[in-house]
């Protein structure tokens, strides 16, 4: 069984503040590992995948994320907050290899203060 | 990137009636595309995975009576709110494996509402 923990249901950070969203997964096989985001009343939309190559993944918007194996995480990371970036953000994991269902975690919200 | 069109976007019904929501992919073919719903301020449950061709897989606890799945085509795939009733309102959300096969690409959603 796969699973992921997102700690923290909200994050508040400044404009301009580093942006820092905690994934920890569980899984039996080497994962996949993705980071999602939504908008109010829209589907996910793709931010970034490790899907094990490069353990540092680069993403849309200026989004990056580390896996690390040894402390089963894939951390979401931004330099600079920006107001664009509040939305509800989702880890997930899937077993290697195509087709497989996803699972998500619980979200995190995140709130940019002018 | 690929394009998965979801409609209607937004359905009010009365209690009793049935609901049809499409998920079509647009630029690819997709053999297996998955139903979500998503309560307010949760995360996405899956409820079953749509296999074009074949039955769908569902998930435990969901029941197939209730959502009916039919995938008829690679690039089409139907979700049917039967007898819907107010605890049915929620946010569905489907998805459809691109060509890479391991990224999903997310509809934009329905909210149903049933009064």
């Known amino acids: 069984a796969q699973s992921v923990t997102q700690l923290g249901s909200h994050v508040s950070v400044s404009e301009g503040a580093l942006v820092l969203l905690r994934c920890n997964y569980s899984?039996?096989?080497?994962?996949?590992l993705f980071w999602y985001v939504q908008y109010p009343n829209q589907g996910l939309q793709l931010l970034l995948k490790y899907t094990s190559a490069a353990t540092l993944v680069k993403g849309i918007n200026g989004f990056e994320a580390e896996f690390k194996k040894s402390e089963t995480s894939f951390h979401l990371t931004k330099p600079s907050a920006h107001m664009s970036d509040a939305a509800e953000y989702f880890c997930?994991?899937?077993?290697?290899?195509?087709?497989?269902?996803?699972?998500f975690g619980t979200g995190t919200k995140l709130q940019v203060i002018p | 990137g690929a394009v998965v069109s979801q409609h209607p976007s937004w359905v009010i019904c009365k209690s009793g009636t049935s609901v049809k929501i499409e998920c079509r992919s647009l630029d690819f073919q997709a053999t297996t595309m998955f139903w979500y719903r998503q309560f307010p301020k949760q995360s996405l449950m899956l409820m079953a995975t749509s296999n074009e061709g074949s039955k769908a897989t569902y998930e435990q606890g969901v029941e197939k009576d209730k959502f009916l799945i039919n995938h008829a085509s690679l690039t089409l795939s139907t979700l049917t709110v039967t007898s819907a009733h107010p605890e049915d309102s929620s946010f569905y959300i489907c998805s459809a494996h691109g060509r890479e096969g391991n990224i999903q690409y997310f509809g934009a959603g329905t909210r149903l509402s049933v009064l």
């Open positions: 899984s039996s096989v080497p994962p996949y």
């Open positions: 997930a994991v899937s077993d290697s290899g195509g087709y497989q269902k996803v699972t």
